[in-house]
Protein backbone atom coordinates (compact mmCIF):
# COMPACT_ATOMS: atom_id res chain seq x y z
CA UNK A 1 0.00 0.00 0.00
CA UNK A 2 1.28 3.34 -0.82
CA UNK A 3 1.92 6.37 1.47
CA UNK A 4 -0.63 8.34 0.13
CA UNK A 5 -3.10 4.97 0.09
CA UNK A 6 -2.71 4.46 4.07
CA UNK A 7 -2.78 8.05 4.42
CA UNK A 8 -6.11 8.63 3.52
CA UNK A 9 -7.37 5.29 5.91
CA UNK A 10 -5.16 6.30 8.32
CA UNK A 11 -7.59 9.71 7.90
CA UNK A 12 -10.87 8.11 8.33
CA UNK A 13 -9.61 6.29 11.22
CA UNK A 14 -8.41 9.14 12.94
CA UNK A 15 -11.81 11.42 12.51
CA UNK A 16 -13.80 8.41 13.95
CA UNK A 17 -11.25 8.21 16.48
CA UNK A 18 -12.16 11.82 17.30
CA UNK A 19 -15.11 11.81 17.40
CA UNK A 20 -15.21 8.98 19.81
CA UNK A 21 -12.98 11.12 22.33
CA UNK A 22 -15.43 11.84 25.40
CA UNK A 23 -15.68 15.44 26.20
CA UNK A 24 -14.39 15.77 29.64
CA UNK A 25 -11.15 14.46 28.18
CA UNK A 26 -10.65 17.07 25.25
CA UNK A 27 -11.69 19.75 27.95
CA UNK A 28 -9.25 18.59 30.15
CA UNK A 29 -6.44 18.22 27.24
CA UNK A 30 -7.12 21.66 26.24
CA UNK A 31 -6.11 22.96 29.02
CA UNK A 32 -2.92 21.34 29.69
CA UNK A 33 -2.51 22.38 25.70
CA UNK A 34 -2.66 25.95 26.26
CA UNK A 35 -0.73 25.67 29.49
CA UNK A 36 2.43 23.81 27.68
CA UNK A 37 2.23 26.11 24.89
CA UNK A 38 2.03 29.60 26.70
CA UNK A 39 4.99 28.37 28.75
CA UNK A 40 7.21 27.56 26.20
CA UNK A 41 9.95 30.40 25.77
CA UNK A 42 9.75 30.27 21.72
CA UNK A 43 6.05 31.44 22.28
CA UNK A 44 6.96 33.82 24.70
CA UNK A 45 9.37 35.39 22.77
CA UNK A 46 7.39 35.71 19.53
CA UNK A 47 6.54 38.67 18.59
CA UNK A 48 4.44 37.69 15.61
CA UNK A 49 2.86 34.37 15.92
CA UNK A 50 0.00 32.64 13.18
CA UNK A 51 -2.48 30.17 14.82
CA UNK A 52 -5.13 28.30 13.36
CA UNK A 53 -8.75 28.54 14.62
CA UNK A 54 -9.69 25.45 15.96
CA UNK A 55 -13.39 23.89 14.58
CA UNK A 56 -15.33 21.14 16.58
CA UNK A 57 -12.97 18.44 18.31
CA UNK A 58 -9.68 20.06 17.39
CA UNK A 59 -7.08 21.34 20.01
CA UNK A 60 -8.83 24.75 21.22
CA UNK A 61 -6.80 27.53 19.95
CA UNK A 62 -8.81 30.56 20.82
CA UNK A 63 -7.35 30.68 24.39
CA UNK A 64 -3.62 30.67 22.77
CA UNK A 65 -4.33 33.63 20.56
CA UNK A 66 -6.52 35.42 23.05
CA UNK A 67 -3.39 34.82 25.25
CA UNK A 68 -1.05 35.95 22.51
CA UNK A 69 -3.42 39.14 21.91
CA UNK A 70 -3.54 40.18 25.44
CA UNK A 71 0.72 40.24 25.29
CA UNK A 72 0.73 42.45 22.82
CA UNK A 73 1.87 40.18 19.95
CA UNK A 74 0.88 40.21 16.52
CA UNK A 75 -1.56 37.40 15.75
CA UNK A 76 -2.37 36.36 12.15
CA UNK A 77 -4.83 33.26 11.18
CA UNK A 78 -4.71 31.36 7.51
CA UNK A 79 -6.32 32.36 4.53
CA UNK A 80 -7.06 29.93 2.36
CA UNK A 81 -7.85 30.60 -1.19
CA UNK A 82 -8.75 27.68 -3.88
CA UNK A 83 -5.76 25.41 -5.26
CA UNK A 84 -3.54 25.20 -1.93
CA UNK A 85 -2.55 29.06 -1.64
CA UNK A 86 -2.71 29.77 2.23
CA UNK A 87 -1.73 33.56 3.25
CA UNK A 88 -1.27 34.61 6.71
CA UNK A 89 -3.49 37.49 7.77
CA UNK A 90 -3.64 39.83 11.27
CA UNK A 91 -6.51 39.87 13.44
CA UNK A 92 -6.56 42.24 16.32
CA UNK A 93 -9.69 40.57 18.05
CA UNK A 94 -11.00 37.10 17.58
CA UNK A 95 -14.26 38.82 16.74
CA UNK A 96 -12.91 39.71 13.29
CA UNK A 97 -13.09 35.63 12.09
CA UNK A 98 -15.74 35.14 10.30
CA UNK A 99 -16.42 31.30 8.31
CA UNK A 100 -14.82 31.33 5.23
CA UNK A 101 -13.80 28.36 3.12
CA UNK A 102 -14.74 25.15 4.38
CA UNK A 103 -16.78 26.70 7.41
CA UNK A 104 -13.65 27.50 9.10
CA UNK A 105 -13.57 30.70 10.88
CA UNK A 106 -10.77 33.15 8.98
CA UNK A 107 -9.78 36.77 8.41
CA UNK A 108 -11.42 38.59 5.90
CA UNK A 109 -9.34 39.03 2.75
CA UNK A 110 -8.96 42.82 3.42
CA UNK A 111 -7.40 41.89 6.54
CA UNK A 112 -3.21 43.01 6.57
CA UNK A 113 -1.07 40.17 5.50
CA UNK A 114 1.64 39.21 7.04
CA UNK A 115 4.95 37.15 5.11
CA UNK A 116 6.20 33.86 6.66
CA UNK A 117 9.30 35.75 6.75
CA UNK A 118 7.61 37.97 9.34
CA UNK A 119 6.22 35.20 11.27
CA UNK A 120 7.97 33.97 14.58
CA UNK A 121 5.76 30.68 15.86
CA UNK A 122 3.35 29.28 13.54
CA UNK A 123 0.86 27.00 15.56
CA UNK A 124 0.11 24.13 12.97
CA UNK A 125 -3.18 21.72 12.84
CA UNK A 126 -3.40 18.13 12.44
CA UNK A 127 -5.34 15.07 13.39
CA UNK A 128 -2.36 13.18 14.70
CA UNK A 129 1.40 13.83 14.84
CA UNK A 130 4.08 11.03 14.79
CA UNK A 131 7.15 11.50 17.48
CA UNK A 132 9.39 12.84 14.14
CA UNK A 133 6.97 16.02 14.26
CA UNK A 134 5.29 14.72 10.56
CA UNK A 135 1.24 15.07 10.86
CA UNK A 136 -1.72 13.72 9.17
CA UNK A 137 -4.10 16.85 8.48
CA UNK A 138 -7.21 16.90 6.54
CA UNK A 139 -5.37 16.49 3.41
CA UNK A 140 -5.25 19.70 1.67
CA UNK A 141 -2.07 20.08 1.59
CA UNK A 142 -2.02 23.55 2.53
CA UNK A 143 0.56 23.47 5.37
CA UNK A 144 3.14 21.38 3.83
CA UNK A 145 3.46 24.45 1.22
CA UNK A 146 3.23 27.14 3.44
CA UNK A 147 6.19 25.66 5.66
CA UNK A 148 8.23 24.84 2.97
CA UNK A 149 10.20 27.97 3.27
CA UNK A 150 10.10 29.49 6.97
CA UNK A 151 12.31 29.65 9.27
CA UNK A 152 9.40 30.86 11.81
CA UNK A 153 9.33 28.24 15.11
CA UNK A 154 7.03 25.47 14.16
CA UNK A 155 4.28 23.80 17.11
CA UNK A 156 1.93 20.71 16.43
CA UNK A 157 -0.35 21.07 19.09
CA UNK A 158 -1.98 17.40 19.69
CA UNK A 159 -4.01 15.23 22.25
CA UNK A 160 -1.85 12.43 23.70
CA UNK A 161 -4.26 9.98 22.57
CA UNK A 162 -3.61 10.29 19.46
CA UNK A 163 0.08 10.42 19.13
CA UNK A 164 1.44 8.10 16.86
CA UNK A 165 4.71 5.99 16.87
CA UNK A 166 5.54 7.04 12.90
CA UNK A 167 3.55 8.33 10.54
CA UNK A 168 3.20 7.84 6.52
CA UNK A 169 5.06 10.32 4.86
CA UNK A 170 5.12 12.24 1.29
CA UNK A 171 8.67 13.97 0.00
CA UNK A 172 6.92 16.92 0.23
CA UNK A 173 5.50 16.61 4.24
CA UNK A 174 7.38 19.31 5.98
CA UNK A 175 7.71 18.25 10.15
CA UNK A 176 7.04 20.70 13.12
CA UNK A 177 10.08 21.48 15.39
CA UNK A 178 8.12 21.10 18.00
CA UNK A 179 5.22 19.03 19.13
CA UNK A 180 3.03 19.74 22.69
CA UNK A 181 1.01 17.44 23.89
CA UNK A 182 -0.64 17.45 27.47
CA UNK A 183 1.99 15.86 29.56
CA UNK A 184 5.51 16.88 27.04
CA UNK A 185 6.86 19.41 25.06
CA UNK A 186 8.67 17.21 22.54
CA UNK A 187 11.27 19.05 20.79
CA UNK A 188 12.32 17.26 17.41
Known amino acids: MSDVQSKIELRKRLIDEIAALPTEYLSDSDEWLFLRVTSLKEFNAARNIMVYCSVEREPDTHMIAQAALSTGKTVAFPYCYRGGIMQARIVRDLSELKPSMLGIPAPSDEAPMISPEEL ?68 I
Open 120 to 187: DLIIVPALAYDYSGYRVGYGGGYYDRYLSGVRAYTVGIARERLMMEKLPKEKHDVPVKCVITESEIRS
